[in-house]
């Protein structure tokens, strides 16, 4: 069983679900701003809900699957601060999430970063 591809199909599902959420259920109840700062989290989401897949699908045992690995999990991370605030903001969560988020994007950089090194 390969974690990443099983996180990448279940935050897949989660986010097609959140997308159709925010299309249907939150379009009355939230400010078009807001709505925009959802559907940003969603976004990025589904992006990096296909490098979990791409992660998965190259690991293998040779030493660029460490540099895989160190990338799934960023991955995930990043899922969590950048989707994950984005999310809560859109909902009037704490202000203090508002930094969190460039943590997030920072954990994305890094884990493309390892994916094209593990490549190489």
């Not at 995930?76 to 601060?81: A, E, I, N, Q, S």
């Not at 943590?103 to 390892?114: I, N, P, S, T």
């Amino acid at each position: 069983m390969n974690l990443f591809i099983v996180f990448g199909a279940l935050l897949g599902a989660v986010a097609v679900a959140l997308g159709a959420f925010g299309a249907h259920a939150l379009k009355s109840r939230l400010t078009p701003a807001k709505l925009t700062t959802f559907e940003t989290g969603v976004r990025y989401q589904f992006y990096h809900v296909f490098a979990l897949l791409v992660v998965g699908l190259l690991q293998g045992g040779g030493p660029e699957s460490a540099l895989l690995g160190i990338a799934g999990w960023l991955f995930l991370v990043g899922m969590l601060l950048f989707s994950g605030s984005i999310y809560w903001l859109a909902f009037d969560g704490p202000r203090w999430l508002g930094p969190i988020t460039p943590l997030g994007g920072l954990a994305f950089v890094v884990g493309w970063v390892l994916l094209a090194l593990a490549a190489l």
